[in-house]
Every structure is written in C-alpha cells, then in structure tokens.
C-alpha cells in the first residue's frame, strides 16, 4: 500500500508551513546551569544541572541523575 501523495507549497519565503513557529524551543546562548541536553538513555530534555556523566561504550554520555525514572 502506498500512502496519498501531500503536496506542499513552498511560500516565496522558502517557507513550507505557514502555522509552525519559526526557531528552536531551546535556548542556544544560555548560561550553562540553564541550558538544556537531551539524555543519551531517555532522549528527554532536561536541566543540564540535574543530569551527570556516564560511559557507554567507551565515550561519556550525558544522562538523567540519578536514573530517568527518578528524574521524571
């Protein structure tokens, strides 16, 4: 089975959605107790604060503290 065929517009701004803000929901210049990461096990942004290191395959990784289940 094939999926219908969505056709876009692109606007003469080289825009494709009209409705979707524009930007990133996460701060990019933001002092580092501020500032967002996503965890490498539960891929959820959180506090870069709240999160520590661990190794996985012999490169650091930045994860929830002290487990994602605890963190939510």
């Known amino acids: 089975m094939s999926k219908p065929v969505t ?3 692109i606007l003469d701004d080289g825009l494709r959605y ?3 803000a524009s930007g990133s ?3 990019l210049v933001a ?3 501020t500032s967002t990461m996503s ?3 539960c891929g959820k942004h959180r506090v870069r604060s709240t999160m520590t290191t661990r190794k996985f395959i012999g490169k650091s990784q930045v994860v929830c503290a002290p487990s994602c289940k605890t963190a939510s």
């Open 25 to 27: 929901p996460f701060n």
């Open 18 to 20: 009209q409705s979707k």
């Open 39 to 41: 965890c490498f096990l």
């Open 31 to 33: 002092p580092f107790n």
């Open 7 to 9: 056709k876009t517009k």
